[in-house]
Each structure stands twice: as C-alpha cells, then as structure tokens.
C-alpha cells in the first residue's frame, strides 16, 4: 500500500510539474526591431499581423506567425471576455499555443514546423509558396501577405441571396457590373481566380497555386475548391 500511495505521489508531482516547464520565459518571444530573417532558404521578415477572433464569450488573439492565443508577451486568450473600457480585469485561460506540423520528404528526411516562443525564430512565414519555381518565396510576396483575411456568417448569407437574385436563369452567371452589392470581405476573398482580388488588395494572386489559397464553394462546380 506504501508503494502505491508513492507511485500515485509520484505520478501527480510528474503531472503538475509538465506546466511550470512548458512556459518557460515567454519574454523570449519578443523579438526587437525588424531585421530578424529566416537564415535558410526564406527571405522574409517575421510575420507581425494579428486579430482578435471574437466569438461567443471568448476574445483570442491570433497571429501571422503560427503560434495563436498570446501577444508575445501575455496570454491573449480571454474568457469570459470583458469590455476593456470597463476597467474589468482580463484573465487568459491559455497562455499561448503553436501549429505543429511533420512529415517526410521524397528523400525520406524527417521535416517538422514546431516553433514554441519564437526564442529560436519562426517556423512559419506568410503566404503561398511559388510552386512554378520549386516552392520559394521572397520578402516582398511575404511582406503583401502578412494579414489575416475575414469573412463573418452574416455576409456569406448575404452573398448567397445576392446570387439567387442576381444569376441569369440561363446561364447561372451574375452580371460583373453588380459586384459592389457584394461585401467586400466576400468579393475581394483571397481564392483561386478571383478577378477582384488585386483590386481589393494591390497585389495579384499566384496562378494555378491549387490548396495554397483560401477555401471557396464553386456554384458551377459544386464543390469547394
């Protein structure tokens, strides 16, 4: 019985130490100044983009960079979230979290994306890679891409009735000359083919970059893309 009590000790101190070491210095996340690059293949500065997904009860942070719930230096997880103008006390329920992401390559080389505080810089950088010349990038596509791109529930809805009153009943298709009756967020979204993309942003889209780009429903397809 001795020994049990012991193990089942042992086993909770195990469990409620992991925690004290998984946030260890989150003021190494701050990184000074812009110059900090990728010192491999990429040649991009660090993501700095950020929004607040703000649901329900709940205010989180999400940033460019692949880590999410944190502004490199608090927990931005806030729940139940509260009126900053109401001089109420904010409480994160998470400190920070990260996309961790592997897998082999065609040589059977172990890669894998896990970044923690960003203490050791970035595992992820903005924007499409250029399938055409080999999967690269360069600091100025990273640079026109570091945002985040929103659409709500209410304008999707609002697309689909512009399109069921809109469409020609022959060919399906809405007349171009109607599209500022669509929300911007819906018109100007960052999807294969859109021709108003580059109208709404000031750069183009890559050509022909299948899964690199936002998800969409294709009306004439019927299926997403």
């Known amino acids: 019985m001795k020994n049990l009590k012991r193990c089942v000790l042992g086993f909770m101190l195990v469990t409620f130490m992991v925690p004290v070491f ?8 701050k ?24 649901i329900n009860n709940v205010r989180a942070r999400l940033l460019g960079g692949g880590d999410v719930w944190w502004d490199l230096s608090s927990g931005r997880y806030i729940v139940p979230k509260v009126d900053p103008a109401s001089g109420q006390v904010e409480v994160s329920a998470i400190f920070a979290g990260s996309v961790w992401l592997g897998g082999f390559a065609p040589g059977d080389n172990l890669k894998v994306a896990a970044q923690t505080y960003r203490q050791s810089g970035n595992d992820y950088w903005p924007g499409p890679l250029n399938e055409a010349l080999g999967g690269i990038t360069n600091d100025s596509v990273c640079l026109d ?5 929103e659409v709500t529930g ?5 697309a ?12 399906g298709r809405v007349d171009p000359a109607e599209r500022d009756k669509l929300p911007d967020n819906v018109l100007y979204w960052p999807a294969l083919g859109n021709p108003w ?6 750069f183009s889209l890559p050509d022909n970059q299948f899964g690199a780009l936002a998800d969409f429903w294709d009306q004439g397809q019927g299926r997403y893309l």
């Not at 990184?31 to 703000?54: F, P, V, W, Y």
């Not at 209410?154 to 609002?158: K, L, V």
């Not at 993309?197 to 000031?202: K, L, S």
């Open 22 to 29: 998984v946030n260890i210095n989150p003021n190494q996340g």
């Open 31 to 54: 990184i000074g100044g812009n110059s900090h690059k990728a010192t491999l293949r990429e040649d991009c500065a660090q993501s700095r983009s950020s929004t607040d997904m703000d």
């Open 145 to 149: 891409w570091d945002r985040h791109f």
């Open 154 to 158: 209410s304008e999707i809805d609002d």
């Open 160 to 171: 689909r009735r512009f399109y069921v009153l809109n469409r020609d009943p022959v060919t």
């Open 197 to 202: 993309f580059e109208e709404g942003y000031n």
